[in-house]
């Protein structure tokens, strides 16, 4: 009997202790959030600030075949995509050091797709995780292919500082428009603008007026006009030719009107002294 009521006793706190496990694992909110990173993400650099600040999800997935894609272009010819590809190595490692976050090497073979966009896109698809990329055009792909996508550069232009038409800026004029009058600068947030009559300021900088902005699939792009200061603004009045002229003429006539006064006032105040 006694024995019986320890095996009911048993499979009671089993019971309760599945149970607790049970709500454990069906909780909300508790998967952490993730998200996949591509070769120009991890180029790019700008994940590990985002990731130190909290504003990305708490899982980093750096595909296999991306990180053998890096150690490719490491190894390369091209001493520009070398350097990029071993900055991005570095990055690799740095996630993996910090806290906080977890970084996977996520080594699921997809040997239907060669490609590496491809593969990114049908890894997203499978693991239903958005990805984390800086590549424009793959960017637009995965939107068509129904893959949420996370760009910084997009993010960036988002929280650039609205200019308005009317507002005076200090630009640098760094080369010349497209059209022959037209200069281009840059303002500290990086947004272009396009300045009427400033292709012979290149290289100075000036006080410019925006004057209307255009929204493009890249970003904000600004137009201005250069401010003119006050002294070009209104500059020094010359006398017109016909009242020089007219002055001129009026010089001589005052001179002999002030010789045929002198002698009146001469004798005017030799009178008064021998009066006096």
């Known amino acids: 009997m006694i024995d019986f009521i320890q095996l009911l ?30 070769t120009c993400a991890l180029i790019d ?13 708490d899982e980093l997935i750096i595909p296999e075949f991306i990180v053998h894609e890096l150690q490719l272009l490491a190894d390369g010819a091209d001493s520009h995509k070398r350097t990029r590809a071993r900055f991005g ?14 970084v996977v090497i996520d080594r699921t073979a997809i040997p239907e797709k ?10 997203a698809k499978k ?18 292919e129904g893959v949420k996508v996370l760009n910084v550069n997009e993010l960036a232009q988002q929280l650039r500082p609205t200019a308005l038409p009317g507002e005076t800026k200090s630009v640098k004029i760094v080369q010349k ?34 004057t209307k902005t255009h ?39 005052y001179k002999a009107a002030l010789g045929r006064a002198r002698p009146r006032l001469a004798a005017r105040r030799s009178g008064r002294r021998n009066s006096v």
């Open 215 to 253: 929204q493009t699939s890249s970003g904000k792009m600004l137009f201005g006009e250069i401010v003119q200061s006050s002294s070009r603004r209104k500059p020094a009045r010359t006398p017109a030719p016909e009242q020089a002229n007219k002055a001129s003429e009026q010089r001589p006539a």
């Open 9 to 38: 006793l048993l499979i009671a706190i089993a019971a309760m202790l599945f149970k607790e496990q049970a709500g454990k694992t069906l909780l909300p909110g508790k998967k952490g959030r993730r998200v996949i990173l591509d």
């Open 114 to 123: 060669h490609a590496i966009d491809d593969k990114l896109i049908a890894l």
């Open 127 to 144: 693991l239903d995780t958005p990805l984390y990329t800086t590549d424009y055009n793959l960017g637009k792909v995965a939107d068509i």
């Open 45 to 57: 650099g700008r994940i590990v600030e985002l990731s130190k600040a909290g504003f990305v999800p």
């Open 177 to 210: 428009g497209s059209s022959p009058k037209q200069g281009a600068g840059y303002l500290e947030d990086g947004t272009l603008i396009i300045i009427e009559d400033a292709a012979q300021f290149v290289g100075k900088q000036v006080e410019v007026e925006i």
């Open 89 to 102: 190595l570095d990055i690799v490692h740095e996630l993996q050091q910090e806290e906080g976050f977890n």
